[in-house]
C-alpha cells in the first residue's frame, strides 16, 4: 500500500526557533501533498496544498510566511515553523495524493510544542 | 461554503454488533468520497473509497453512497473494541478545489465489550 513518512514524529523547541518538519511519500510519486494542523479534540484543518515544482496554496487564514512549505520533488514536501511560538502548538499531518488518482495517504503527524 | 456534515457522537455499540455512520454534505457534484479511521493521537488512516452509488464492500466495513441523498454511510459488521475510533468523512471537491478533500468533524465509536 501507499506509505507516507513524516520526519520528526515529535518535536519540543523554544519559543522563536524555526521548525522544518519533512513528509515523503515512500513508494509512490506524489504531485500534490497537503499540510493539516490539529488542534487537541478538533478535525483536520488544511493548512495549504502543495504540488510539486510550484507555489503552495495556502488556505484563508493561514500565514503563508510563518508556514513556509516547499515540494521540491515528486516524493518529499517541507513544512517550515517560522518563529514558532505556542499557539503554534499542535499536530502537524501531511498527506500525499498519488499521481492520477483522488486518494490521499496520510502521514503519521509531527507533534510540535512550542515552550 | 461547502459542508460535510457528521453526528460528534460518541456512538456506542456492543462487540459483535454493526456499527452504522452517516455522513451527508452539501456539495451535489462531489463525486469521490472517503472514508478515515483516526485513533486517538495518530494520524488518519484510509478504510474505504467510494465513487459510485450503491454499496461498496471490503471486508467487515460496507460504504454505502447515495448521490440524489447526497449522503455516504459506513457499515462495520461485527464490531471489535479495537474498532472504537474517530471515523471521517472526506468529500473531495469536483471544481475549483485543487483535488483537496473537505472532512467531517468525525464521529467518535465506541465499541463495549
Known amino acids: 500500500g501507499a506509505v507516507v513518512s513524516q520526519h520528526p514524529s515529535r518535536v519540543i523547541c523554544k519559543s522563536g526557533t524555526s521548525v522544518k518538519i519533512e513528509c515523503r511519500s515512500l513508494d509512490f510519486q506524489a504531485t500534490t501533498m497537503f499540510w493539516y494542523r490539529q488542534f487537541p479534540k478538533q478535525s483536520l484543518m488544511l493548512m495549504a496544498t502543495?504540488?510539486?515544482?510550484?507555489?503552495?496554496?495556502?488556505e484563508q487564514g493561514v500565514e503563508k510566511d510563518k508556514f513556509l512549505i516547499n515540494h521540491a520533488s515528486l516524493t518529499l514536501s517541507t513544512l517550515t515553523v517560522t518563529s514558532a511560538h505556542p499557539e503554534d502548538s499542535s499536530f502537524y499531518i501531511c498527506?500525499?495524493?498519488?499521481?492520477?488518482?483522488?486518494?490521499?495517504?496520510f502521514g503519521p503527524g509531527t507533534r510540535l510544542t512550542v515552550l | 461554503q461547502k459542508e460535510v456534515e457528521q453526528n460528534s457522537g460518541p456512538l456506542s455499540v456492543p462487540e459483535g454488533a454493526i456499527a452504522s455512520l452517516n455522513c451527508t454534505y452539501s456539495d451535489r457534484v462531489s463525486q469521490s468520497f472517503f472514508w478515515y479511521r483516526q485513533y486517538s493521537g495518530k494520524s488518519p488512516e484510509l478504510i474505504m473509497s467510494i465513487y459510485s452509488n450503491g454499496d461498496k464492500e471490503d471486508g467487515r466495513f460496507t460504504a454505502q453512497l447515495n448521490k440524489a441523498s447526497q449522503y455516504v454511510s459506513l457499515l462495520i459488521r461485527d464490531s471489535q473494541p479495537s474498532d472504537s475510533a474517530t471515523y471521517l468523512c472526506?468529500?473531495?471537491?469536483?471544481?475549483?478545489?485543487?483535488?483537496?478533500?473537505?472532512f467531517g468533524t468525525g464521529t467518535q465509536l465506541k465499541v463495549e465489550l
Open positions: 472526506a468529500v473531495k471537491e469536483l471544481t475549483g478545489g485543487g483535488n483537496k478533500l473537505t
Open positions: 502543495s504540488n510539486e515544482g510550484s507555489k503552495a496554496t495556502y
Open positions: 498527506s500525499a495524493r498519488e499521481a492520477g488518482t483522488d486518494t490521499q495517504y
